[in-house]
């Protein structure tokens, strides 16, 4: 046996489909991977199995999917692999987040039980679920009117994304639910109980999500208290106060995931982590000056710190939250590659669509082929990347996007590029931000699903960024993460590493490509982040509150319409 | 003979093709039509017969296109009529502007000539080529400096569009074109050359587009002078001071032109006119009070008054302009359905057209379908319609299109029902500021290209107006005011009209349809209309010259790109 391979398996549970990879623990290989696309994907219309319809800014899933997930992958990885179950020395799991469901006492979501399938609030809150936004809002007023201490740990902002936006809409608008839910848990923590039979919550999930902190805990019950009445002693009857670290075991496989994943009883479990977060050591991140940042539908920017510095605007600051003994920064972009998908979806002319179809190229391809004969500031265009709202620094779900500077000549793939454009400028805007604050960024190395096939989207990166922009390219990056924490939580003494420092250094690695700015581009997108800045800052603090008195406006004669 | 009908015949000189139309005096009805699609339609690219590219924002035509236009036309209208050409009492032709050229003293284009056919500035400019936008700018200022009274006339700014503008740049840009040309002329009085064998300069193209008025003549001297030494003569020596009143003789058919048109000569043609301005009584529009909203390409609004006002934005107030005896007020928006024109083109997406097709509809049938279905403020989207700069009542053609609100959510009917909404804000933005500045406005009729076609637009434009709409629909209609043109030319004694009045009130007739709006929609509408004032006001009065800054920087770009 000492003789043989060592491997982990590490489980990424995205939004649209769940990826699982076998990696050997010395060098980060990847031995088998598979996908499991779920079936219900994003519900955003229709709740499944009944006409109810869900209101805009609404979006669930479905929790057969994360467990077909697993019975589905993991011995598919078995089987190609073709090695021993003894071979694998730990599993871990990253999941989005925060995603929110209701369960009883043993786990089983609400959303499952017949008395509950037609209520929406019992189902799982996927990130994305934007519905919470006025809780966000009174969260955000509530706990700086109270002076709590934890708000600056969020760039002084609650996000609508997070945990008790959502569980306080769960009360508020169906508090049968509520009161039936024994548990209420990210995501994240309900597939390690599916794992091991237990319950942990973990670091990283808490502090980003639910306002933990090491130092300090979770809010005072006075805090839950002043929010609402029912929700005093939320933390003790719906979740634990005992949060597990991250990089470490929470469990062991129990019987029944061991059958539905060929793996051997007994298989140490990692803790749960956020996506985006397991990412960063996977990207060769785990010391201070590296930003990962992660470039997918939507963007996310992980930075190390020794020292604990507040920067405005972020998502979050959590000690201990992405490599144990650094403090983990996180800023966020709501929408990336999103842009681009509803680009793609919206606003490409036939023509276009036939030119690729005739060449055999796909769509993005014909675009990026397009915009990246355009010089930049060619188009005269430029645009506020708010399709999904503001993550960071702005922290505001309800702001929208614009495009300025149409005109009758104005071309396809113009839009298109002022769109990448606009999201390099939302990144700039964040790196500028950490930097202002005290958390220097050194080197840039960029993964997630747009890199590989998004070359323009780097090379105007780089020219925006003014840096060096370097990529680590493996389409299971995120798994790979999992992989990596579950190398560190099975241990040295099991074949794996006694840090995820170490783990990261040995199964981590980048492309050989680096994309270097050039000199003319960076002069002229500095006159085009100036006017970004400009429509940023009018529209981001309040100048004109266009965005939200129209979004406001819209949700009512939505709500209006529904009634009749 | 006198038991015979009596027929005048209309030419509409428009962007894309001539109309003609042989029109009965006594009641209007039209015999005969006839339409002539330029070859070389607008020229934006490459100059014809050769291998030169235009700059950004030039628009040229051909003025081969406009005579043979001429021959082909109303040659079809006898034949197809079989009436005798002596039926014919007169022959009136109107012509978009400002359109000018260059010509010999013998009114030869320049452009036909070996020594200047690649030289565009010795082409004819057409209205909206926007190129010397500079000059305008600094024509407005030098006339501001000066305290010229004529500014007043015109809102305060020269449109970029305008006569002049368009002179200095020739000679500015070309000084051997401007000196070669014995005559400067705008084609509306180039093309009554052409069939009379003399040359006249028409009151409402001088009035509305070269600053002249009946009181004060054209700007003095001294005022060219300051623009440039060069062009101080420039009346004297290129154009003529004697400007021909409307609805009457300018000459008659010359022999040559008899045997282009199949008519007889000697028969006599109606002084020249603007294409808009053509429109106003073919719309019933004779009198004060009533504004006739023309929608096509771009927009017009012409409204007429006993008394002169000052009203702030506008394209121009000239006596006697329209109709002899009244002030008659311009107001326009540079883009109006030119904004569905470049959507169709360039932002519906594949599914849409294969809709259509499948449903054998026509993809603005389809576009119209869909966002009708949806309600005001549904899609929490507000725009601004500027994708061809503003003209009233920002007279400033390098404003550029804006759209706000885009979310993940945003469909294309979204989009489209955003533009048609935009461009009714643009139009209530002109009728608040005619309201406040004395003209009342009691009644609207819409005529022009939309109204036909565009149904969901006249809906929205009652709602954002508050005011019903009647409709003027003819295909022809501004053939037709050409047509009631030639019936006041030709008079009493030949058996057409005595005044214009008179003549419009037999020849011009309103559809039976009118549009009457909403309570409920009204009242969305004022809230998106406050958006839309909101942003308006921001950019365009300089709060963000963003648009401006963003077009010289693309502009040069450009320049320097054709230099590599």
Redesign the interface.
């Known amino acids: 046996m000492s003789g043989m391979k060592k491997y982990t398996i590490g489980i990424d549970f995205g939004t649209e489909s769940a990826r699982a990879v076998l990696v050997d623990v010395k060098n980060g290989d990847v031995a088998a991977s598979a996908v499991y696309q779920y079936p219900h994907g994003v519900i955003t219309e229709i709740l499944p199995g009944s006409k109810i319809e869900l209101d ?1 800014d609404w979006a669930l899933q479905h929790p057969t999917d994360y467990t077909n997930a697993l019975k589905r992958t993991v011995p598919k990885l078995m089987k190609e692999s073709q090695i021993d179950p003894s071979q694998v020395i730990a599993v871990g799991t990253d999941f989005t987040g925060s995603t929110v469901m209701p369960t009883t006492a043993d786990g089983t979501p609400l959303s499952l039980l017949e008395d509950y399938q037609n209520e929406p609030h019992a189902w799982p809150k996927l990130w994305k679920h934007h519905a919470a936004q006025d809780k966000a809002d009174q969260l955000t007023q509530l706990a700086s009117d109270r002076f709590e201490t934890f708000l600056d740990r969020y760039g002084g902002r609650i996000n609508a994304e997070w945990f008790f936006p959502k569980i306080w809409e769960i009360y508020d608008e169906a508090s049968s639910v509520y009161h039936a839910a024994d548990r209420i848990i990210e995501a994240a923590d309900w597939i390690v109980w599916q794992l091991t039979g237990q319950e942990t919550r973990n670091l990283c999930s808490a502090g980003y999500k639910a306002l933990w902190s090491k130092s300090e805990g979770f809010p005072l019950e006075t805090f839950f208290n002043a929010m609402n009445q029912g929700l005093t002693n939320v933390i003790d009857e719906k979740m634990k106060r005992e949060i597990t670290p991250l990089g470490q075991q929470a469990g062991e496989l129990s019987e029944a995931a061991a059958k539905w994943t060929k793996l051997n009883p007994g298989t140490p479990v990692a803790t749960g982590i956020l996506d985006g977060h397991a990412t960063v050591p996977a990207a060769t991140v785990a010391e201070p000056g590296k930003m990962a940042l992660i470039l997918g539908t939507s963007y996310v920017h992980m930075i190390l710190s020794k020292k604990e510095y507040r920067v405005p605007g972020m998502c979050g600051m959590v000690e201990d939250g992405i490599i144990p003994g650094l403090i983990g920064y996180e800023a966020g972009q709501a ?1 990336g590659g ?1 842009h681009i ?2 680009f793609v ?6 023509a276009y ?1 036939k030119e690729a179809r005739k060449r055999k190229i796909s769509i993005f391809q014909l675009m990026e082929e397009k915009a990246s004969a355009l ?8 645009a506020l990347d ?3 709202g503001n993550r960071s620094i702005l922290a505001d779900g309800d702001l ?13 793939e113009e839009i298109y590029r002022a769109l990448l454009e606009a999201t390099t400028f939302g990144t700039r805007k964040i790196f500028e931000t950490f930097i202002a604050s005290g958390v220097p960024i050194n080197e840039i190395i960029v993964t997630g699903g747009e890199p590989a096939k998004n070359k323009l989207l780097l090379t105007i990166l780089a020219n925006v960024t003014r840096m060096e922009i370097k990529v680590a390219e493996s389409p299971y990056i995120t798994a790979l993460g999992a992989a990596i924490y579950a190398a560190a939580a099975a241990g040295e003494q099991r074949g794996g590493y006694e840090t995820l420092q170490e783990a990261s250094k040995k199964m981590a690695s980048l492309s050989n490509k680096t994309i270097v700015p050039n000199n003319n581009d960076k002069k ?1 997108y500095n ?2 982040y100036s ?1 970004y800045t ?2 940023h800052d ?2 981001g603090y309040g100048h ?1 509150n ?2 939200k ?3 406001n ?2 949700t009512a ?2 709500e209006k ?1 529904r009634r009749k």
């Open positions: 805009p929408g999103d998908g509803w979806k919206n606003a490409v002319p036939e669509e010089n930049p500031a060619e188009s005269g265009l430029v708010w399709w999904n929208t996007g614009l495009i300025l500077g149409y005109s009758l000549a104005t071309k396809p002229t006159r085009l006017e400009l429509l009018y529209f004109n266009a965005m008195r129209l979004k406006l819209r004669i939505l319409q």
